[in-house]
């Protein structure tokens, strides 16, 4: 049974695309106040919209927590550049593209703006969270808090401790993972971690079948929904999370742990064709 928690009061997110949105709704659901950093207009609308549509949803289902007076107006905003995160955040989460260059320069800029005591996390899958605490001035203060897709209603957050990780900030972000509703698993920094490694290996293997004529991906999703009780075949799965960002792992992964991580022919074809799963509408399937 997960404890009571707090949320951190003030949270900042940088990325707004569904994974921040996510990040951000989830907070300020649990009473955080939450200030989210998008540099794209049209990508800070959507976050905007996506955001506010998931708090109304949950104003109506009675499961908005925090103050009485923390109405939606006063639980997220939404702004243009780091500089403006609050100096008072208590946590901040990078949540922008796995480019491990823009990861580490997103977070020495926050790092610029938030007090001493902020922990800095990263949403990262797959990439180094060792790496990327060595960009920073004070590295005990960072991990990886890796959510899952879709945040607001997924159970796990993997948190990924550096060597450098102090045990204050384990411990803020194990209490805030609960203060979520969701349950923590703490791993130590290796490629992929225990969720991407493992999901991502099962996820290419059922990609190679299909290339293979094994079976079409149906039948190799059901397969494992049925047989192996996974709620979402890998071949769903890997539209949901999106082809591209499976092949960028993938390709991360090949690099660091060798050929059975090798992307398949298949996977690369889709990607090129601009078929990366349930955003762009066709993927392993047809998505409307």
Known sequence: MISAAAPPPVVGVIGGGRMGAGIAQSFAAAGSRVVVVERDGSAAAAAKERIATGLRQAAERGTLAGPSDLGL??????????????????????AVPEVAALKAELLVAAEDVVHDGCVLASNTSSLSVTELAAALRRPGRFLGMHFFNPVPVSTLVELVLAPDTSEAT????????????????????????????????????????????????????????????????????????????????AEHLHATLGERFAPPRLLREKVARGELGRKTGQGFYRWQ
Not at 76 to 86: M, Q, R, T
Not at 219 to 239: E, F, K, Q
Request: glycine share 8%; charged share 25%.
């Open 170 to 249: 384990r411990t803020a972000a194990v209490r805030w993972t609960h203060a979520l509703g969701k349950q923590d698993v703490v791993v130590k920094d290796s490629p992929g971690f225990a969720s991407s490694r493992l999901g991502l290996a099962l996820g290419l293997e059922a990609i190679r079948m299909a290339e293979e004529g094994v079976a079409d991906p149906e039948a190799i999703d059901s397969a494992m929904r049925l047989g192996y009780r996974h709620p979402m075949g890998p071949l769903r799965l890997t539209d949901v999370v999106g082809l591209d960002v499976r092949l960028a792992i």
């Open 73 to 94: 107006p006063n639980r997220f905003a939404v702004v243009s550049s780091v500089v403006e995160l609050p100096h008072g955040a208590d946590l901040v989460v990078e």
